[in-house]
């Protein structure tokens, strides 16, 4: 029996080219997501054109619209409770959640994030690899729980650092296969794959032990 297409929400604050790429595995008939509603937190978030494109509803919840933290995630989660859907995707959402709003939803929202976490949370991610004499880099989908980019890592990428990379050279090349990353990761969301219990993320019932790596075949294996 085929599964009830997951309903998603997708969070952004810019160029959206993570929510494109899933917008566009959905429309090619590659993924079976409902993505219901689109969030941003700037009004100009040029990702929100994607959205409305695709005819997907659109919301924009400034956070200079309200006091303090708190209140502004409060009046996201309004959106969420009414829409109420099983997969939150935090695509380039550029705020730091209260512990409320982290907790409340941390059986159901994921983070992309430019690194092999745990290596380098918080931005610019591709000079900080380039500072640290890293060797590889890549792109994390985790978890969401209250510390910045924490909580259980579900799968990554990986690319090789070359001696004449720079920050530019290594997002551009890392850029699509995040992309792909992200449509290989939501696609287990929508098969009811991935669970998360007890801070431990499962596959298929099994509990991962390191995070899934996507190959280049497109489909995952355990990182060594
Ligand atoms: C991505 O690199 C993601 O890892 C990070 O923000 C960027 C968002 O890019 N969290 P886009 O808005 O999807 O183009």
Redesign the pocket.
């Known amino acids: 029996m085929s599964q009830p297409t997951l309903k998603a929400t997708v969070l952004?604050s810019?160029?959206?080219?993570?929510?494109k790429a899933l917008i566009d595995a959905v429309e090619s008939g590659e993924l079976d997501l409902d993505i219901m509603r689109v969030i941003s937190n700037r009004a100009k978030a040029p990702?929100l054109q994607h959205a409305s494109n695709a005819g997907i509803a659109v919301s924009v919840i400034s956070h200079k619209d309200y006091p303090d933290r708190e209140s502004h995630d409060a009046a996201v989660a309004q959106y969420l409770e009414s829409d109420r859907p099983c997969l939150i995707v935090l695509?380039?959402y550029m705020r730091i959640l209260s512990e409320t709003f982290a907790k409340r939803y941390s059986d159901r929202m994921i983070n992309?994030?430019?690194s092999l976490l745990p290596l380098h949370k918080g931005l610019d991610t591709y000079n900080r690899a380039l500072q640290a004499g890293d060797r590889e880099t890549g792109?994390s989908i985790h978890f969401v729980t209250a510390g910045l980019d924490s909580g259980p890592v579900i799968s990554q990428i990986r690319i090789p650092v070359f001696d004449d990379d720079n920050a530019e050279s290594l997002s551009a090349r890392l850029g699509p296969l995040?992309h792909k990353l992200v449509v290989a990761t939501v696609k287990l969301f929508s098969q009811k794959k991935i669970t998360l219990r007890a801070g431990t993320v499962y596959l298929e019932g099994k509990a991962l032990e390191k995070p899934l790596l996507l190959k280049d075949d497109g489909t995952f294996s355990a990182t060594a």
């Open positions: 952004i810019g160029t959206g080219s993570n929510l990702g695509a380039g992309l994030h430019p792109a995040e």
